[in-house]
């Protein structure tokens, strides 16, 4: 049988044990990034598992051995191991140039200086101690539960750095669809390498398309240009999906003379990004490849959430009170909002919880049906006999093994989703209609409002630091690294690690808990 793992809330399966590559195997061999998320669908349409076992067990730890704790601290601690520009090249560090009280970029004295993180220093992955594998939430590595430390790289400025500032030419990038954020991560990354000491600061336009793509000039950018961006949504650099030939990126990368390249997108662009660095890697580039993650789904594993996660939440909220009051204005009224979430059901969840107006949630990571004695439609009829009205909140991927199925995919492998919440409103229609009960129905969709958005003044911040710390680390030798925010503390992740899998909502967590006490809904099952 395969084994479940539990990590922050997300429930995957150990490819290895089905047959299939590892996600990091795959990704950093692909020479199209699209393919580590076809790998990552193959495993979650097997993974999803009604009950999540608390008890999580490597085979190959051996737990009657009194040092398999130690064992697994030191697989972890290896596979967490950041990948460095001297693991294959002859470089030299050199004192920073950057300086939280000197402007100019000149060599710091950091001798004394408290002001830089030490290359030893780590932050927790995990803070809680499960007493039992029946506890709320628990995620466990071995039977009896144990506590085992598991260390990660802690982000921020180094006294060392191995690129000459003048020597840089650094490149940024942002793939896929817009995100709340996008342009304040680029504005905080130019500011921190000018700081630094860089003058060739460049955006690719369109994504991984403007490296290959005749007509999209690289933008110059420099904080003069990007002074203002943070004002509005979208992106700057604009986005695209899909991308050329991995090697023809790194050619592309070779002959504009980029040492630094920051990619911000999703597990589609940070597998591009993995595959990049390694072919970068391959032929012995001195080239720092180092990813910002940009999803508003917030389905990226191991991190607290992505930047724009809260914007989006914001204004779905908005939504949910506009069906609330169209569906209390009328007679019998039902509002139903659909929200973005291919995979991962976290805005439709936060949104619900945060609006306290909705009386249905549905996500893709917990099925339900419509009809039958316990579908949606039954509950719906009951609600609108004892409340009068009713709101339902579904994610975009929710429900999909309901409707026919789609083989046709976009520019990034994603296969195309049929519309979950245009079937469930003619549903609702008709069943109503059926048992001659009149109900009026409000249908909300505000996919693409919710990401063209500013960000709010908390993602506002968490760009900020994100794109700080993708200077920071770049500068520090990384390369194949992301930034995140693992329980409050701000940290380097391998990319391999973090693309093994997309992260769900956990059916058996806390937060969906709280979720169903809020729409006090049952299971529609």
């Known amino acids: 049988m395969a084994s479940i793992y539990n990590i922050n809330g997300a429930t995957l399966i150990n490819p290895r044990q089905r047959g299939l590559s590892s996600g990091r195997e795959v990704c950093s061999l692909s020479s199209h990034y699209s393919r580590c998320r076809k790998i990552g669908r193959q495993a979650r349409k097997k993974s999803f598992v009604r009950t999540v076992k608390a008890v999580v067990a490597k085979p190959e730890l051996d737990f009657s051995n009194p040092n398999w704790k130690q064992r697994f601290q030191e697989d972890f601690a290896n596979r967490f191991n950041l990948p460095h520009l001297t693991d294959h090249l002859d470089i030299k560090p050199r004192p920073t ?3 939280h009280k000197n402007r100019t970029p000149e060599p710091v004295d950091c001798t004394s200086a408290n002001g830089y993180v030490n290359d030893d220093d780590r932050a927790l992955l995990k803070v809680i101690k499960f007493a039992s594998p029946t506890s709320a939430g628990a995620e466990c590595i071995d039977p ?3 506590w085992v430390e598991q260390w990660v790289h802690r982000a ?3 006294k060392q750095i191995y690129f000459e500032p003048d020597q840089v030419k650094a490149g940024i990038v942002t793939c896929g669809g817009l995100c709340p954020g996008l342009n304040d991560v680029i504005r905080q990354i130019v500011f921190t390498l000018e700081i630094y000491g860089v003058k060739k600061i460049f955006g690719i336009r369109y994504g991984f398309r403007g490296f290959f793509e005749e007509g999209l000039p690289e933008l110059p950018l420099s904080r003069a240009v990007v002074q203002n961006i943070n004002l509005q949504g979208g992106s700057l650099l604009g986005v695209s999906r899909g991308g050329a030939n991995v090697s023809d990126i790194v050619d592309s990368i070779q002959v504009r003379g980029i040492n630094m390249l920051f990619v911000l997108g999703g597990n589609g662009t940070h ?3 993995n595959a990049i660095h390694n072919e970068c890697r391959k032929r012995r580039m001195n080239v720092s490849v180092v990813c910002v993650p940009k999803t508003i789904d917030n389905d990226i594993l191991l991190m607290d959430k992505t ?6 939440v914001e204004e779905a909220q908005r939504a949910i009170n506009s069906a609330y009051i169209e569906a209390r204005s009328a007679y019998h009224g039902i509002g139903l909002v659909k929200l973005m979430g291919r ?13 306290g107006q909705t009386d249905v949630c549905l996500i893709p990571e917990v099925p ?4 039958g004695p316990y579908g949606v439609l039954q509950h719906l009829e009951h609600l609108i006999q004892t409340k009068g009205s009713a709101v339902v909140c579904v994610a975009e991927g929710a429900g999909q093994d309901l409707l026919e199925k789609s083989n046709a995919t976009d520019a990034s492998g994603n296969v195309i989703l049929r519309d979950i919440g245009v079937h469930i409103q003619q549903l609702i229609k008709k069943h109503f209609k059926s048992i001659g009960f009149p109900a009026d129905v409000k249908y909300i969709d505000p996919t693409y409002m919710i990401r063209a958005c500013r960000a709010n003044a908390s993602d506002a911040i968490l760009c900020t630091v994100l794109g700080q710390n993708a200077v920071h680390g770049a500068f520090a030798g990384f390369s194949g690294i992301t930034v995140g925010i693992c329980n409050s503390h701000y940290v380097y992740l391998p990319i391999h690690e973090v693309i093994a899998s997309p992260r769900y909502v956990d059916p058996n967590s806390r937060m969906w808990h709280r979720c169903l006490t809020s729409t006090g809904q049952p299971d529609f099952i």
């Open 144 to 146: 009896d539960c144990s």
């Open 156 to 158: 921020g400025p180094r």
């Open 271 to 273: 597998a591009g990004a």
């Open 307 to 312: 930047f724009g996660f809260d914007t989006a």
């Open 368 to 371: 339900f049906k419509l009809e």
């Open 97 to 99: 140039t950057f300086s």
């Open 343 to 355: 995979s991962s059901g976290y805005i439709a969840m936060h949104a619900s919880l945060s609006s």
